[in-house]
């Protein structure tokens, strides 16, 4: 028998859709996909080169296991230009991708029975590597009237003596909404008192529209700091998913367990990557705010078409590339005979019948819900739109 605890972890829901629509776009069938978790931008020039220079310079052999001094020192003054806050490079722990990142910290963190708790609608991953590292993920209801953002008071109803951390992802994957700063105050407080970690998931801190502004708890004061690990990295903000580099900056303690860890199940992050990484962080950022720009466009167009749809509902995203829509009004219909009784069934029946692949969002602890991706092409959005339209005014 292979081990129990592996067998209860559930494969990644978001992939099952999607294996459906390679499959489908591989029988040459016109899928039109909102299910991408990445940017669909090249990795920019000056980036890609930098890997070019390592590659041909050598920089092939393994490098320290929480990641080169070069490359921690970016991250340190990337963190002191963008969020005003002073780390030493001992306190930096480079990872293959924040996923790995956010495994390290489950796994210096934890002792089995520890309670982690996790705001829904949640990334799917959070629960289950928590449940890997032999915790309990508590999950905090949210209120979309409050933007799916967790209360002091449901904080305060699920602390128990077990509490050990909380996840916090602002702008949140899979809501699109941002903490205040305000808000944050508040949770950093009521963290602070009770000794509980804040795990802040910032992958999509350049992903920002409008007025908004996204925030670190670890600014508030020494101790908010002390408790706050920062989560980040390069996939999102620079078009690098592929390239595996992620970073994490905490008190020196944790970071110190983490790089004993990465040590014996990573050795090091891929080395040319980390070159890679430098010349992102280092580089010109003008890179950053062109794909922010797109991705607002097609944001904006989204959103307004989307809430033009009868039984269609949805808050405007704030961050990210995505945005949330409530098909809860469709539950209970039907599809020629067929009935729609989750957003899974509303996701399996648009993408057989209008090949529009959306992901439901079950795996998010959101049953109501499905997410749409705006990682796609303008006339991808448009035309995708135009499908789920017609999808939704034939429920019956
Ligand atoms: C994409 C994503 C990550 C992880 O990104 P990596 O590619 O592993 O660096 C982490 N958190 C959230 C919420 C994400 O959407």
Redesign the pocket.
């Known amino acids: 028998m292979l081990s129990k605890k592996a067998l209860s972890i559930n494969p990644s829901p978001t992939m099952a859709i999607d294996s459906k629509a390679k499959e489908m776009k591989s029988q040459g069938l016109d899928v039109i996909g909102f299910g991408a ?2 940017p669909d931008f090249d990795t920019p020039e000056h980036i890609r080169e930098a890997a070019f220079k390592a590659i041909n310079e050598g920089h092939t052999r393994y490098t320290p296991a929480a990641g080169t001094l070069e490359l921690k020192e970016a991250v340190a003054a990337k963190l002191k230009r963008e969020n005003r806050l002073s780390y030493e490079t001992n306190q930096i722990v480079i990872s293959n ?4 990142s ?1 495994s390290n910290i489950f796994t210096a963190l934890l002792n089995p029975g520890d309670e982690v708790m996790i705001p829904v609608p949640y ?1 799917v ?1 959070y629960p289950e590597l928590v449940s890997l590292n032999d915790g309990v993920p508590v999950v905090l209801e949210t209120a979309e009237d409050n933007s799916f953002k967790v209360t002091i008071e449901e904080l305060e109803k699920n602390t128990s003596s077990k509490a050990k951390a909380l996840v916090l ?1 602002s702008p949140c ?1 899979p809501t699109g909404q941002i903490y205040s700063e305000e808000e944050l105050h508040r949770i950093a407080d009521f963290c602070s008192k009770h000794n509980i970690y804040i795990i802040s ?1 910032e ?2 801190e350049h992903l920002i529209y409008g007025d908004h502004r996204q925030t670190s708890t670890a600014s508030f004061s020494e101790k908010a700091k002390e408790i706050t690990i920062i ?1 980040n ?1 390069v ?2 903000s620079y078009a690098m ?1 592929g390239w ?3 970073y994490t900056a905490s008190a020196p303690n944790i970071a110190k367990v983490m790089s004993s860890i990465q040590s014996h199940t990573a050795s090091n992050p891929n080395a040319v990557a980390q070159k890679a990484a430098v010349a992102a962080l280092n580089g010109p950022q003008e890179c950053v705010e062109e794909m922010r720009i797109a991705f607002d466009k097609r944001r904006k167009y989204m959103y307004d078409q989307v809430i033009a749809i009868p039984h269609l509902h949805a808050l405007e995203p704030q961050g990210t590339f995505y945005m949330f829509v409530s098909v809860k009004e469709t539950i209970g219909k039907t599809f020629n005979g067929r009935s729609v009784s989750s957003s899974d069934d509303f996701a399996s029946l648009l993408l057989e019948n209008q090949k529009v692949a959306v992901v439901p969002g079950t795996g998010f602890g959101a049953p109501n819900f499905v997410r749409l991706s705006f990682a796609t092409s303008m006339d991808n959005i448009v035309e995708g739109l135009k499908r789920i339209g017609s999808f939704v005014g034939d429920l019956k």
């Open positions: 978790g990445e991708g924040a996923k790995h956010l990334w991953t992802n994957n998931d992958i999509y989560v990295g996939s999102k998913t595996r580099i992620g």
